[in-house]
């Protein structure tokens, strides 16, 4: 599954992972931020020393790693392993960035990508994750996205790829997992519906989260997002506001950029204290990796227990 995240792709892969025959894992950035565009894959020493500090990895997954396998052996292990865990017929996973190198590694495999309005993109990682400062950075992230996308689908013969929208998700929830499970393959389960039963995910997904960007966004934070994105908005099928168009120049993307750092930065520091946030941006700088992985590491212990379950 590959979408910006913050577009529903934990709903999905809840009722995708509650289908009798198909088990599906949350992110799989720990597999894919090593491997080069072009399919370069990194050295497997180098791999499994970087896995011991990766915050996904540590943090969602149980894998076992075999000393014996390389790096395409081991990742093709990890999914194996949730295979015979699950005890499903076939297993998917999550991608936020970097889409084409699922390509490189699994030449085979079908993609679905899920498009959300980018403006609610934008609003739920301001409002809701306190993730980015200003509205041009969040709507940049649903843009970085949605152009790995489009290089991605350069590459995909017609019946290697579904594209299905957030929004028909929470109104024709039903429709949309039919839809899915006949590209997968499979039929569809009303047992996909029991989600909500698991986790801290209690609801399904729930047409009310759809265009909350019409009421919480303000009138500029809407014209700077579609200033960035709406050409993206316009060719995935969403309308824009009838707000004037918000002119903006190389000089207010610099401002962006500088609130952005600081943002970032006081909430680096108000979470792992200043001591953490400085020794990994200086280890990140210096390249000093093992005092880097070190300082990751303790990041972690203090990240891990606050996700939610």
Request: glycine share 6%; proline share 4%.
């Amino acid at each position: 599954m590959c979408c910006s995240g913050r577009s529903g792709s934990t709903h999905l892969r809840l009722m995708l992972d509650h289908h009798p025959q198909l088990s599906c894992i949350d992110e799989v950035g720990y597999i894919t931020e090593l491997v080069s565009d072009d399919g370069a894959i990194p050295d497997i020493a180098t791999y499994r020393q970087w896995l011991e500090s990766e915050f996904i990895f540590q943090s969602c997954c149980d894998f076992t790693i075999d000393p014996d396998l390389d790096f395409r052996g081991l990742v093709n292990d990890f999914l194996c392993q949730q295979r015979d865990c699950s005890d499903k017929l076939a297993v998917g996973a999550i991608s936020h960035f970097d889409f084409i190198r699922l390509l490189r590694l699994w030449p085979n495999a079908r993609f679905i990508h899920l498009v959300r309005d980018g403006r609610d993109v934008a609003y739920s990682w301001m409002k809701e994750m306190h993730l980015f400062g200003n509205p041009w950075f969040a709507a940049e992230k649903w843009r970085e996205a949605e152009q790995a996308w489009d290089r991605l689908a350069q590459h995909l013969p017609e019946g290697q790829y579904l594209e299905i929208t957030y929004e028909d998700m929470v109104n024709d929830t039903v429709g949309t997992l039919t839809e899915v499970c006949e590209f997968l393959g499979v039929d569809y389960n009303a047992r996909m519906l029991n989600f909500s039963k698991a986790g801290s995910y209690f609801t399904r997904p729930d047409p009310k989260f759809s265009g909350l960007w019409r009421s919480h966004l303000s009138p500029w934070e809407i014209q700077v997002v579609e200033a960035n994105i709406s050409d993206l908005l316009i060719d995935r099928g969403y309308e824009l506001s009838n707000l004037p168009r918000l002119p903006v120049n190389s000089l207010d993307i610099k401002r962006f950029k500088l609130a952005d750092k600081v943002f970032m930065w006081q909430r680096r520091i108000s979470f792992f204290g200043l001591r953490l946030a400085v020794a990994e941006y200086m280890s990140r700088r210096l390249n000093i990796k093992g005092w880097h992985r070190r300082v990751k590491q303790d990041m972690n212990a203090i990240a891990i227990p606050t996700l939610k379950r």
